[in-house]
T-cell receptor, first 113, second 110 residues
């Protein structure tokens, strides 16, 4: 298996622009997680899905952030409008159960100018 | 609020020695605890999971302890090697989501 796939790997955009991050989980995994990592705050859970349904989005910072999972093999995290403080590395992870190993993707490094 | 503390300063040890990393937590009752390794520019990689009713778990040169009374986990790497140099994250879980510590950077010198 190719593992969790994320795209793009790097994204540089200007404040106010819409940003869409993409994730393909490992086939057969029914849990998908979106995280954000910064030096100041570490690795934070933003939202997670089970069988394509959002279960907990309490970590989503504000209405500018939204996430969807239209099918078992694809999820997006959208920021609109983006702000400089959104600059971070965004990780997607998938697993087969809530207590099981989470497999992380390589991350998307987002820079908002 | 829930808080997880890991050694904020980097841990520097000599090759062959045992590295011990600490994870303390407050205001939380995790059902399980996981340890991950993260290399620069990469996503975290799972190492070990230990449940609240387990005291110790081992995997090759790795050992994890979990003391729910002290609210502490210790992560040991025996016979450390330069290739073990990385950032190690502890993560606590309960209702399906993980809360991660800030991580401790380990540097093993030859």
């Amino acid at each position: 298996d190719a593992g969790v796939i994320q795209s793009p790997r790097h994204e540089v955009t200007e404040m106010g622009q819409e940003v869409t991050l993409r994730c393909k989980p490992i086939s057969g995994h029914d849990y998908l997680f979106w995280y954000r990592q910064t030096m100041m705050r570490g690795l934070e859970l933003l939202i997670y899905f089970n069988n394509n349904v959002p279960i907990d989005d309490s970590g989503m910072p504000e209405d500018r952030f939204s996430a969807k999972m239209p099918n078992a093999s694809f999820s997006t995290l959208k920021i609109q409008p983006s702000e400089p403080r959104d600059s971070a590395v965004y990780f997607c992870a998938s697993s087969t159960g809530t207590t099981d190993t989470q497999y992380f993707g390589p991350g998307t490094r987002l820079t908002v100018l | 609020s829930q808080k997880i503390e890991q050694n904020s300063e980097a841990l520097n040890i000599q090759e062959g020695k045992t590295a011990t990393l600490t994870c303390n937590y407050t205001n939380y009752s995790p059902a399980y605890l996981q340890w991950y390794r993260q290399d620069p520019g990469r996503g975290p990689v799972f190492l070990l999971l230990i449940r609240e009713n387990e005291k110790e778990k081992r995997k090759e040169r790795l050992k994890v302890t979990f003391d729910t009374t002290l609210k502490q986990s210790l992560f040991h790497i025996t016979a450390s090697q330069p290739a073990d140099s990385a950032t190690y994250l502890c993560a606590l879980g309960n209702t399906g989501k993980l809360i991660f510590g800030q991580g401790t950077t380990l540097q093993v010198k030859p």
